[in-house]
């Protein structure tokens, strides 16, 4: 009895653990189409953006951070399309595993259903059936005699059953592994298109890069001044954040200008914002970062870096900024250079959206996820439309990539 116990603990530890297997690769495979269905949206709208902004005057040095936006989401394709590949590759050899243990036991079941056939002719006539009941020796020999052949019966059809079952379980997993290597070749297709792509995009990057190299001091300093307008914009928010602090503060009666004073209905919301991190949608429809949160070198001029207390979003002409949460605005404010900015209160976070053209809303108004806020201004320096997105908690500067769904 604890030898069977034991056999059927081990059978249902590994089914166990072979379901979970299958389900967890199942999973890796959604999200890696998922993720590269994702980047292959990226790059088609960031091939219409360099499109639509080639028509218009630019610099050299925008069209190479461009195309080095182009370049680096073209690799994650092919990081990820290689992944799916390999992941493939290990469904393909287990299936064909599985295939091979389900055709022997397939044989063995045939086999052993021969056999049973086999006696079964021997002794098919209903007379030897007969003779078979009429002699037993008594009435209960007789019945357990009539028991056994119903036994014998309703085995060979159980028998016939599981080779039905088999034979369905191989042809799927054929079928299953068809379909898996007809994948892969597509994905291989693809990888070696967007190679190809790749190395295109590399060559005319390299061509611009070597333009920029004979001015560099040139675009360092145009570098310069880019970094000098973004630090007046974050001073300019900061200095506003404080404000907004001190004006809610005083009228609950505190005078602390780092940190909201929170009513019970806002330390709700604020709660409920924080449990969407990671989760947030994108604060325009489509787009794509061309500049990132905190400090990073510049990705063609060496010399220079680049910092922001949030990210630049290009995203399409005509294109809205919207609430990535319910809120209150706090703020609408004009930016120098004749743009305008919105901020909105979640509790003690704030969200900013800046560069707008015009603004949807008005001071003091209670907003809904995913609300339109304003249209996005064109910038005239680089011709692209683009929305400068910042987060704080309180006077904390938040990087929104944590807090942004896939930024």
Not at 117 to 135: A, C, D, N
């Amino acid at each position: 009895m604890k030898i069977r116990v034991l056999l059927r603990h081990i059978f249902f530890t590994g089914f166990l653990l072979l379901s979970l297997q299958g389900f967890s690769q199942e999973k890796n495979r959604e999200e890696l189409e998922q993720r590269r269905l994702e980047l292959q949206e990226e790059i088609k709208r960031i091939n219409s953006l360099r499109t639509s902004n080639l028509k218009k005057e630019k610099s050299i040095l925008t069209e190479v951070e461009d195309l080095d936006q182009q370049i680096r989401t073209t690799e994650n394709l092919i990081r990820v399309t290689n992944q799916q590949a390999n992941l493939l590759t290990r469904e393909i050899n287990t299936n064909q595993n599985k295939i091979g243990e389900l055709r022997k036991e397939l044989e063995q079941l045939k086999e052993d259903y021969s056999k049973m056939i086999r006696r079964s002719y021997k002794s098919k006539s209903q007379q030897s059936r007969i003779m078979f009941l009429l002699s037993s020796e008594n009435f209960l020999q007789a019945y357990k005699r009539l028991q056994y052949m119903k036994q014998y019966a309703n085995y060979r059809h159980d028998q016939g059953e599981e080779i039905k079952i088999r034979t369905e379980e191989l042809q799927k997993l054929n079928q299953s592994l068809a379909e898996q290597k007809k994948t892969k070749d597509q994905l291989i297709v693809e990888n070696r298109e967007t190679r190809a792509q790749l190395e295109k995009s590399k060559k005319e990057q390299q061509g611009l890069i070597a333009e920029v190299r004979k001015k560099e001091g040139q675009f360092a300093s145009q570098l310069r001044k880019k970094q000098q307008e973004i630090n007046a914009i974050d001073r300019e928010i900061e200095r506003i954040i404080e404000e907004a602090i001190a004006a809610n503060n005083k009228a609950e009666g505190s005078t602390s200008r780092s940190v909201f004073k929170l009513t019970p209905e806002a330390k709700a919301l604020a709660a409920d914002f924080e449990k969407n991190k990671g989760q947030l949608p994108w604060p325009v429809r489509t787009g794509t970062v061309v500049l990132r949160f905190g400090t990073q070198p510049h990705p063609i001029v060496k010399t220079a870096t680049m910092n922001s207390n949030g990210v630049r979003i290009a995203t399409d002409p005509d294109s809205k900024a919207r609430a990535v949460f319910g809120g209150t605005v706090s703020e609408i404010i004009a930016v120098r250079g004749s743009s305008l900015m919105v901020m909105v209160r979640h509790g003690d976070y704030i969200t900013i959206y800046n560069h707008l053209e015009s603004v949807d809303v008005r001071k003091g108004q209670q907003v809904s996820l995913g609300q339109d806020l304003g249209d996005i201004a064109i910038n005239k320096t680089d011709g692209r439309t683009t929305l400068y997105f910042v987060m704080y908690k309180n006077n904390q500067k938040l990087n929104p990539e944590e807090w942004i769904y896939q930024m």
